[in-house]
């Protein structure tokens, strides 16, 4: 039996944490234009409340958290308790992730 089929606080943290670790990287990849499939978000450019222009790329979070919902949520499958315990902690750690890039 390996480590990833006992169901304990370390499998939590485990799924959680290669779901916000997928979207991250996705989202910095999508912002330094190393993916094809997305540009940086440009929902923050323009000039902010307090009169600063913003000039740098965002990161894609949209698009990271779509990605890591499809390619880490894809070997769930069935409907059972294990497998929604699994997907509530892969979208704990995107949760996190999305607003740690969002904040730092």
């Known amino acids: 039996m390996t480590f990833y089929h ?6 939590s943290f485990t ?6 670790g997928v979207t991250h990287s996705i989202a910095r990849a ?3 234009g190393h993916l094809n499939a997305c ?3 440009s929902r923050y ?5 307090e009169g600063w222009q913003w000039g ?3 990161d894609n979070i ?14 769930e499958k069935g409907k059972d308790f294990r497998a929604l315990v699994n997907l509530h902690n892969n979208e704990a ?7 740690w890039i969002v904040y730092n």
């Not at 450019?45 to 409340?49: E, L, N």
């Open 62 to 75: 949209r698009y990271a958290n779509q990605f890591s919902t499809r390619f880490v949520d894809a070997t």
């Open 30 to 32: 999508c912002a330094d």
């Open 39 to 41: 540009t940086c978000d």
């Open 93 to 99: 750690g995107r949760m996190v992730s999305r607003r």
């Open 6 to 11: 006992t169901a304990c606080r370390e499998t």
């Open 45 to 49: 450019r323009g000039v902010s409340k």
């Open 15 to 20: 799924y959680a944490i290669t779901a916000a």
């Open 56 to 58: 740098g790329c965002s």
